[in-house]
């Protein structure tokens, strides 16, 4: 799973369970072969099991970027039911960081956490946002659709 921000020129890639943050080269677009930053991400409980692979239960599903509101975020949905959504703006911050200590702190953001993160009890495959409703729908093998409705964002 892929996604383009709107706002910053940013690629966003599924990999494993993590997201992968490219920065296009100016110009060309070319992505460079190394991402400029790792997102990690914690189980929202220990111990989930996965509907696909057993061994890497907290793998992506699908991954949507997206106005939240006024937000630009990134959402994804997980095999073992998690639902997580972060800031762009606290993605680009990571990358910034970086490129100012040029290179000497690690690809890997665990500082960046997701801003929401909920469970919807099976492995988690549909995904949408409406921006100005501010709402987060999530379809999963439980055969139900969860909408999470949120405040000001």
Partial sequence: QT????????????????????????????LPPKPALIVPSQPSTPALQGYLDS?????????????????????????????DAFLVRHILQAIERRTEHHGRIDTRADEVKPIFQSNVGKSAWGLAIHSQARILA?????????????GLV
């Fill in 55 to 83: 061994t890497n239960p907290h793998s992506i599903n699908n991954l949507v970027v997206q106005f939240l509101g006024n937000e630009e975020v990134v959402a994804v949905v997980r095999d073992d039911g998690d639902v």
């Fill in 138 to 150: 999530v379809s999963a093998n439980t055969h139900s659709i969860t909408v999470f409705k949120f």
């Fill in 3 to 30: 996604g383009l921000s709107q706002l910053q020129n940013l690629f966003f890639v599924a990999y494993s369970s993590q997201i992968y943050v490219y920065v296009p080269h100016f110009s060309t677009q070319a």
